[in-house]
């Protein structure tokens, strides 16, 4: 009863399962202009994986054919795909919302200052990573200068509506940056809300608070510095059943930039493709079959339900 199957098996009675695509995330490529201590796909500059024009076509035949409420854009850095405004354009213009999960430097790069602007124009949703309102604590887990590119992009995003108007979501990402879970959710949003606006007068949306998985380049760190062990222990004994039922692959399908499909984007980075029978790639998605699909789990999933839980929508409960 020590594996996740057997938890979930003990405290529902039954296998963990999809119950329908709410949304369809689309992993655009591992090219990042950042590379974090706690990426779980071991983003970087010198990643060259990238989504290419003709399997964004096949993702948006399957959106057409599955109707989700959201198509969740992720990476690396989303935006440097060569065709991300192209795709972008396609999705909205099926009228299904499209949420990009952005680095927020990206946005500040050369030639993309009209990137917000364009996002704004097609209803985008953002979510943006910050895992800290204390500049020490996001340079130590992104690298030099990402705190004070990520405050100005956020101001420049408030300019225009973004973290303000209701419509134009602008939600930020805590993770921790040790060996720890996460705080309450609703007490550090208030938290970020008050520093963040002493400081700088920036606003956002929503705070979601995100449990470092153990996978990618986050699980690499902690082997060398040999806390691997330790922080699974944590994971585990801290698993909570009142997060199964939000737990975010139940409701969702990850697309890798080849077209290939996973319950969900640690899945993906750990190459556990979808599993029960269902087709594995996108030009043959089959929306029935992977609505009741059985999910592929293994000991990273207690990343997803240790303690309040976390998902790309943060806290579960
Ligand atoms: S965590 Fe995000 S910003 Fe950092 S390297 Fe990975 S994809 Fe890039
Ligand atoms: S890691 Fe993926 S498959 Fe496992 S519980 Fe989390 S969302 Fe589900």
């Known amino acids: 009863m020590d594996s996740f199957d057997g938890r979930v098996e003990e405290a529902t009675g039954s296998v963990l399962r999809c119950r329908g695509i709410d949304t369809i995330q689309v992993n ?30 096949l993702v948006a035949d399957a959106v057409r054919r599955a109707r989700p409420s959201l198509v969740d854009l992720t990476g690396g850095a989303p935006e440097l795909n060569p065709f991300f405004r192209e795709f972008v354009e396609t999705i909205a213009g099926l009228g299904v919302r499209v949420q990009v999960r952005t680095n927020l430097t990206a946005m500040m790069l050369p030639g993309k200052s009209d990137l917000p602007g364009f996002l704004r124009e097609h209803g985008a949703g953002l979510v943006a990573s910050l895992p800290c309102y204390l500049e020490e604590n996001v340079r130590s887990q992104r690298g030099e200068g990402v705190y ?19 419509a134009l979501s602008l939600d930020l990402v805590y993770n921790p940056g040790g060996t720890f879970l996460p705080p309450g959710q609703a ?23 995100i449990t470092n998985m153990p996978v ?10 040999e806390k691997g062990r330790e922080y699974l222990r944590l994971l585990k004994e801290s698993f909570n059943p009142g997060t199964l039922d939000g737990l975010m692959c139940r409701d ?9 499909l996973f319950d969900c984007d640690f899945n993906l980075a750990l190459g556990l493709p979808v599993g029960d029978g269902c087709p594995g790639h996108v030009r043959d998605f089959d929306a029935d079959a992977l609505s009741g699909r059985r999910i592929v789990t293994g000991e990273h999933c207690f990343g997803c339900a240790a303690g309040c839980g976390s998902s790309c929508k943060g806290a579960l409960v």
Do not use: K
């Not at 007490?187 to 608070?209: K, M, N, P, Q, V």
């Not at 990850?254 to 077209?259: E, L």
């Open 252 to 260: 969702m399908v990850s697309v890798r930039w080849d077209g290939a």
């Open 148 to 166: 004070e590119t990520s405050v100005e992009a956020i101001r420049r995003l408030n300019s225009i509506g973004y973290g303000i108007d209701p």
């Open 28 to 57: 655009l490529g591992l090219m990042c202009n950042q590379q974090c201590r706690h990426c779980h796909v071991s983003a970087s500059p010198i990643r060259t994986e990238s989504m290419d024009r003709h399997t964004m076509g």
């Open 216 to 225: 990618g380049r986050y699980w690499a760190g902690l082997g060398r510095q």
């Open 187 to 209: 007490a550090l949003e208030a938290d970020y809300r008050r520093e963040l606006d002493a400081r700088f007068g920036i606003s956002f949306s929503r705070l979601f608070t």
